[in-house]
């Protein structure tokens, strides 16, 4: 926001600058551009091993991968103790070399849970800042139309505080405030 768009004739700007305590033309902190929709900027961010990261992490964290690794460790088994045949025994009991793959599988797929997460936060990060921007564009409207309308700034922010408090109070349980 430019400086010099706050006009010193326009009582919501007056009244928004110096409701921080210090009139100093600036009413909120820099806004930044425009996004209409978190999704595709996120997108933008996203490089190829982030695909292959949430890819991997949705499979992994699906019933089907649970079916497939039961499946894969019970034919493993079957073969390392001699049902399917002793010729085909390659990994004898306490199956080391089972043991070795899983914990392998396991180091990897670690990793993909923690990019996924990263990512997972880039994207909550990007929601809050696009909220937040909105909530900064819409408090302006507000206060240019409240001014525009001749309402008292000064009672609306009272209600405000007294709603919030309450919506406080009612989160944290029933208590004497009204």
Known sequence: MNPELITHDCSACLAMDMADGAEDGW????????VRDANTLVA???RTQDRVADVITSFAGSLQFVYLHSIWFGIWILFNIGLIGASLEFDRFPFGLLTMIVSLEAIFL???VMVSQNRQAL?????NRLDFEANL???VWATHIGA???IDADHVE???RKVIEQAQANESGPSSAS
């Open 148 to 150: 525009k309308l001749g």
């Open 123 to 127: 994207r909550a990060e990007v929601r």
């Open 110 to 112: 670690s990793t993909f």
């Open 27 to 34: 009413l909120v902190p820099k806004l930044q551009h425009r």
């Open 44 to 46: 933008s961010l996203q």
């Open 137 to 139: 564009r819409s408090e």
């Open 158 to 160: 009272a209600v405000v």
